[in-house]
């Protein structure tokens, strides 16, 4: 997991677009095995083998996380995390078996928006006008999306709703964690306190996978791995001004993939969408990486 914050780049776009590329690809394969899994496998569950079969890539980690020291409240907020980023995650597990994967991944960027508001509330960031301005763009992008009194709004929608809710809820608290501890202790720390905060809710819809099914499920923590560590790379090598408009190609990707392997339809009105919420998020992160401002993750950052 990313642990919320986005540095500030360094001066190789070329590197820093061709990262990019390589992460939108990661986590598109993440939403086309999801996909492809089902609800075979009840969400919250299928959530939890993807934690427990990612806690391999943890073995790295362990030696900063054994030497962190983390202290009693440390500790509850690490829980706290825990349980909004599995909340977030059964939802998005939800979502993929309902809705396509070209508006699980549209919506899916409104998880930097969500931490914008977020960071206002909470955290007592100013409400700039030029917040405000990108905030009700990328609401009207939902907007746009859903369409409400167009169509029929499914519970797939409603749990991606939640999904981004959730995950802000995350990053704002990876915001707080990261000021005292190394980023591979919060990455760690993230995976298990998810893995142990899922556990419950496996249980209670458990079913027995079979060898396949954990063989997707183990592909998904492996690209899910994969796309957090071409995300770090591509923010180490460019700006966000450089990388933050090629995670737009993700959308596209995944409109392509659900069209072409699970027979989706190619909906317009996602794409605008979902471009007008990109376009927010690329604005938002340009103008708080102008001012040093390291409070709002990219759309990747906010993925399981």
Known sequence: MADGTVASGGQRPLAGIFWMLL??????????????VGDAVPAAEAAFLRYVLGLVFLVPMLGPLLRAGIDRRGLALYSGRGIAHALGVICWFYAMTRIPIA??????YLNPVYVTLGAVLILGERLAARRILAIAVAFAGVLVILRPGFRELSDGHVAMLFTALFFAVSYLMAKRLSERDPAAVVVAMLSITVTLALA?????????????????????????????????????????AVTQPVSFLQLVWATL???LVFGE?????????????????????WCEAMLKRRITPPPEATRF
Not at 103 to 108: C, F, G, I, K, L
């Open 265 to 285: 339809t190619a909906d317009g009105w996602v794409i605008l969408g979902g471009a007008m919420i990109v376009g927010a998020v690329v604005f938002i992160s």
């Open 103 to 108: 508006e699980v991944t549209a919506m899916n």
């Open 200 to 240: 419950p809710f496996a249980l209670a819809v458990w079913v027995t996978p079979t060898p396949g099914q954990l063989f997707w499920l183990f592909l998904v923590a492996l690209f899910a791995t994969a796309g957090h560590y071409t995300m770090t790379m591509a923010f180490r090598a460019a700006p966000l």
């Open 257 to 259: 993939v659900g069209w």
């Open 23 to 36: 992460t939108g690809a990661n986590f598109v394969a993440v939403t086309a095995l999801v996909k492809h």
